[in-house]
């Protein structure tokens, strides 16, 4: 499969855990999005890396949100201390030059 | 600010009968387009773009777009619906400060009737 991995699929924390997201680009793409989907909503950005570097978070993310995209491959999300607004879809996206997007089968986090 | 509205939340059309969902967009330069959809637990799949040329854009699924840069919309249509195509369909503008990032709208659900 060459498209975007997204890993786990489902998860379920509990409120104050900690939980870390992982997202797969498509090999030859260097463009990385990380977006949240709450019911009902259109996807809304979070955070944007090319290649390695991260050169846009949304004001939306609070301090406990947290990205990385080591090498300029893969990408982990991490939210710490989760609170109950956290639960969502999280998805991720990938893409190259100016080229569309292709979206991963997203995170669904629930938090009880 | 860049910004797409998408008006109506539903919209209902009898299978075999042409179907339309309206976007909207608000950009300062050159605008990025695209129609992504979705269907139920899954993320979204890529139906087609404009970035310059013909108005008229063809996609995936039978499906295509009209820019229209007078009226600043980018509405979907598609000649004769299935019932396969019930799912939320959203519009995006890509920035174009160099983040290349995608702004959304709230999404139309789309439902096809037999």
């Known amino acids: 499969d060459t498209g975007v991995s997204q890993n786990p699929r489902h998860k379920i924390t509990k409120r104050g855990q900690n939980v870390t997201f992982r997202c797969d680009p498509i090999?030859?793409?260097?463009?990385l999005y990380w977006y949240r989907q709450t019911l009902g909503q259109g996807p809304e950005f979070l955070t944007y890396?090319?290649?390695?570097?991260?050169?846009?978070k949304s004001r939306l993310l609070s301090d406990r949100f947290s990205a990385e995209r080591p090498k300029g491959s893969f990408s982990t999300l991490e939210i710490q201390r989760t609170e109950q607004g956290d639960s969502a879809m999280y998805l991720c996206?990938?893409?190259?030059?100016?080229?569309?997007?292709?979206f991963g089968q997203g995170t669904r986090l629930t938090v009880v | 600010a860049q910004s797409v509205a998408q008006p109506e939340d539903q919209v209902n059309v009898a299978e075999g009968n042409p179907l339309t969902v309206k976007c909207t967009y608000s950009?300062?330069?050159?605008?990025?387009l695209f129609w992504y959809v979705q269907y139920p637990n899954r993320g979204l799949q890529f139906l087609l773009k404009?970035?310059?040329?013909?108005?008229l854009v063809k996609g995936s699924y039978g499906f295509e777009a009209e820019f229209n840069k007078s009226q600043t919309s980018f509405h979907l249509k598609k000649p004769s619906a299935l019932v396969s195509d019930s799912a939320l369909y959203f519009c995006?503008?890509?920035?174009?400060?160099?983040?290349?990032?995608?702004?959304f709208g709230t999404g139309t659900r789309l439902k096809v009737l037999a």
């Open positions: 404009y970035i310059t040329g013909d108005n």
């Open positions: 950009v300062s330069g050159n605008p990025y």
């Open positions: 996206a990938s893409g190259k030059g100016a080229s569309e997007a292709f």
């Open positions: 090999s030859e793409h260097n463009r």
């Open positions: 890396f090319q290649n390695e570097a991260q050169l846009e």
């Open positions: 995006a503008v890509r920035d174009t400060s160099g983040t290349y990032k995608y702004i």
